[in-house]
């Protein structure tokens, strides 16, 4: 075997378990092994862990290894693929090498030619590696019109490239206001269906009695007032993607329904005996937890599973305090333009009072902060009294807890007493801890350069305070 052959990651899918079981005894001596027989389960690994190789059985029950294995290289290129069967053919084995595979293997396996085998494929992968993940950014922090540079929403942009190209469904989760659709139209503009029409539907939007309807179509005579044949939402998104906002809404009765199309990629509209067939990608959200919805008995435990192969949580903006003001110059940009108003940013204090507000309606109601700003700003820099009333409360609660500019108290601590460099220590420590250790917020209430806190926070030991 190969030097550091350990540090690589061999995925198995074969729908019988002894050969999973039995292979992954053979090699986890040299590698790291998963395994699975479940195909949609193998998919959502490969998206969500990264794997050098994939041992690919060719018929996994009703699924062809071919298709998959085209999903698995939709997923990533760079993943060599060894296709077992016990059905060896020369057509599927040419067919299998011209999708990708790197060689094709008959069953009973004999384990030294296998192991000779993934040595190979992985020598050749180490000798055409190429960068994984190029983010194709309109600026440096911009993907797909998603705005972000803190460390969840990098992992966001790499899976979002993990899921463009192939069909698997995915679950997006979060608050309300955090961005959801935003990052479906990624999933579907940056991907194989981004010329093909993206259709969003919220559940919670459309009565009970209208919804399947909108979902489905009808025929003409279904009921009184259906003048015509009414095409629905599946069948117009055919080809493209459906985006279901607020899935955990959807009435119990019609899931069964969506479970259908979602297994057989048809439907049948409201009124007719006849199945239509659709080619349709999944992508739902949520604000709701659909795990304690399925507990509750109000969510099927079928469809959960169905649709929640890839679930992506998006997290409130106040856990991600370092995308804030990129959020911030962003609608300024866009609010300024369509107002025509040339505002160059925010003033010290209104910053200070934006970087400590904890936005409950995240990313929107930012947005709205900011429009409202822009329009009542005088000048071509917004002062805090431009903010909403809100904004400003919230600071006017902290300056009572902490009154920095008189310098007259910290917390509970008084100055009184304390040597000038000891007084200082006890005002960073305490706007550190207000600002829930945000760098930037620190800076600009103390007025000073980032730069000179992070110098100031090693001087004073503060590097390790949990706040």
Sequence with gaps: MGENTR?????IIDDEADICSSLTFALEDQYEVCSTTEPQMGLGYLIKENFNLVLLDLRIGNVDGIDLLAEIKNIDKQIQVIIMTAYGTIVSSVDAIKKGAFTYLTKPLDLEILYKTIEQALEEQAHHETVKYETPMKHKYMYQGIIG???????IFK??????DVDTSVVISGESGTGKELVARAIHFSGKRAKSRFVELNCAAIPESLLEEELFGHKK?????????????????????IFLDEIGDMPFALQAK????????A?????SNELVKVDVRVIAATNQSLKKLVEEGKFRSDLYFRLNVIEINLPPLRERPQDIPLLISHFIEIYSESMKKNIGGLSKKAEMMMMQYDYPGNVRELSNIVECAVLLAAGDVIEGEALPVEVRNHHGEVDDALDLTLGSKVGARSLVGMTLQEAERELIYAALKLNKGHKKATAVMLGISERGLRNKIADY?????EF
Excluded: C, W
């Excluded at 540079?149 to 992992?155: D, G, I, N, R, T």
């Excluded at 899976?159 to 463009?164: A, H, M, Q, T």
């Design 461 to 465: 030991g503060l590097k390790e305070v």
């Design 267 to 271: 439907f049948t509209p409201l009124g």
């Design 221 to 241: 005579g279904t009921f009184t007032g259906a003048m015509s044949d009414k095409q629905g939402k599946f069948e117009y998104a055919n080809g493209g993607t």
């Design 149 to 155: 540079k803190s460390p969840v929403m990098k992992h």
């Design 7 to 11: 540090t690589k990651r061999i995925l």
């Design 258 to 265: 969506l479970l259908r199309v979602l297994q057989q990629k």
């Design 159 to 164: 899976y979002v490239e993990k899921l463009k």
